[in-house]
């Protein structure tokens, strides 16, 4: 079981890790070292969605609507929140007005600490970063859904690409 102090220690790394998330991740594994990986990832996904959370309640007003909720969405989380850019960063393979996929090339330092650590992306991105994106989402329209193509993610593929959808079924 994760201990209070591996969680302290994670979310402490993790609003110190600007750029670099060596500190964080060597925080995560020593964490996993007591709990398992499972578990330490988990801590880290409650520190991202925290910061994601107080991030929107700080921007959200900021964001002009256009009606169409899956771009807004893109425009808030890709453009807004991680400050990429299309095509510096990046490309949409497939738009339209329920679905947008994209492929990301941006320097990730999740993707370095993974590589560092011999870490496997699609665990990591899947147990820490995935629902904290569709909660931010969510809050823009509750039927938007967020997925990662976990066959196409770095370093496996040259790109990580992810999907923003409108779940029209209900929510």
């Not at 520190?47 to 007003?61: D, H, I, Y």
């Not at 650590?117 to 859904?145: G, H, K, S, W």
Request: with cysteine.
């Amino acid at each position: 079981m994760i201990t209070p102090e591996d969680c302290h220690r994670i979310r402490d790394e993790y609003r110190a890790s600007s750029g670099d998330s060596t500190r964080l991740f060597q925080a995560v594994l020593d964490a996993a070292g007591g709990a398992g990986l499972e578990e330490a990832l988990a801590c880290l996904e409650q520190c991202v969605s925290e910061k994601r959370a107080a991030w929107m309640e700080r921007n959200e007003g900021r964001f002009t609507r256009s009606g169409d909720p899956v771009l807004d969405g893109f425009h808030l989380f890709y453009e807004g929140y991680l400050g990429l850019s299309i095509p510096r960063d990046g490309e949409i393979v497939e738009a339209t007005p329920v679905r947008i996929v994209s492929r990301w090339w941006n320097p990730c330092p999740t993707l370095d600490a993974c590589r560092a650590f011999n870490l496997d992306t699609r665990e990591v991105c899947r147990r820490a970063y995935q629902q904290p994106v569709e909660a931010m989402l969510r809050r823009i329209d509750p039927r938007l859904r967020f997925r990662r193509n976990y066959a196409v993610l770095r370093p496996h593929q040259s790109c990580c690409e992810e999907i923003i959808e409108l779940d029209e079924t209900g929510i």
